[in-house]
């Protein structure tokens, strides 16, 4: 089993600790860490963008990674919402374990 570190951005804290605690709920992700604010400029329908977002780190399994990522963008708020993947690639193998045992098989 390895670990994944899943980025998100949201409209607002609510909503990243309303679909955090949902998908920590439902077993997709071990934890989530909710960053805080972020400044984000982005071409947006041919406009260029800047707004405030909200970030979140989840961390799950490479298993359970795909349907994370699924299941937070049928929960978020945005049409094309970014949800990216990061393999962890040096991690405690207790953490690891820790992780496993928290995701649903």
Same mark, same amino acid.
């Given at each position: 089993?390895?670990?994944?570190a899943? +980025?998100?951005?949201?409209?607002?804290?609510?909503?990243a600790?309303?679909i955090?605690?949902?998908m920590?709920?439902?077993?997709?992700a071990a934890?989530?860490?909710l960053?805080?604010d972020?400044? $984000?400029?982005y071409?947006w329908?041919?406009?260029i963008?800047?707004?405030?977002?909200?970030?979140a780190?989840?961390?799950?399994?490479s298993?359970?990674?795909?349907r994370?990522?699924t299941?937070?963008a049928e929960?978020?708020s +945005?049409?094309v919402?970014?949800?990216? $993947?990061?393999?962890a690639?040096?991690v405690?193998?207790a +953490?690891?374990?820790?992780?496993?045992?928290n995701i649903a098989?």
């Amino acid at each position: 089993m390895s670990v994944v570190a899943v +980025y998100a951005v949201f409209a607002n804290a609510d909503e990243a600790g309303r679909i955090g605690r949902a998908m920590v709920d439902e077993k997709l992700a071990a934890c989530v860490n909710l960053l805080g604010d972020v400044r $984000s400029i982005y071409r947006w329908q041919g406009k260029i963008e800047d707004s405030t977002e909200f970030a979140a780190l989840f961390k799950t399994s490479s298993e359970a990674a795909d349907r994370l990522i699924t299941r937070i963008a049928e929960l978020h708020s +945005y049409a094309v919402p970014c949800v990216e $993947s990061w393999p962890a690639d040096k991690v405690l193998p207790a +953490y690891a374990e820790w992780v496993e045992d928290n995701i649903a098989r």
